[in-house]
């Protein structure tokens, strides 16, 4: 078990070298926790917060290269953070369909689609 946030876990992503891992949260934070460890998974530890969002953080997903971190929000905004520096370097991108469902970055980290929370739209925008 891996605790940490202060509120419900709504979004989960893998780095790809399957050695970290990106919690989204209703406490308005994303986490990054460092798996890599000979011990148990309970091991694990926080090595950045992501602060930002005024409300809960419905998803996350992590560039294909593993440097930028894009989470959205119930607060109707998507940022894109660097995972080594912790700073926001992306938004906030304000939404037009209401609060953000989802988001993935393109494969060459140059565009980030965002669905709406309901599922009905979908916005692209260039990063």
């Known amino acids: 078990t891996l605790k940490g946030h202060g509120d419900d876990i709504n979004s989960i992503s893998y780095f790809p070298d399957g050695q970290r891992i990106i919690r989204g ?6 986490q990054q926790w460092d798996l890599k460890t000979d011990e148990e998974i309970e091991d694990a530890r926080i090595v950045k917060t992501f602060n930002g969002h005024a409300s809960k953080i419905n ?22 953070w660097n995972l080594e520096t912790g700073k926001l370097v992306g938004g906030p991108f304000k939404s037009n ?6 988001v993935r970055f393109s494969k060459d980290s ?6 709406s929370g309901w599922g009905k739209s979908l916005e692209v925008w260039d990063i």
Not at 25 to 30: V, Y
Not at 59 to 80: K, P, Y
Not at 110 to 115: D, Y
Request: aromatic share 0%; net charge neutral.
């Open 110 to 115: 140059k565009k980030l689609a965002v669905k």
């Open 25 to 30: 949260s209703h406490d308005k934070t994303a």
């Open 97 to 102: 369909m209401g609060e953000v469902g989802a």
């Open 59 to 80: 998803c996350t997903d992590i560039s294909s290269d593993s440097t930028l971190l894009a989470s959205g929000s119930h607060d109707q905004t998507a940022r894109i």
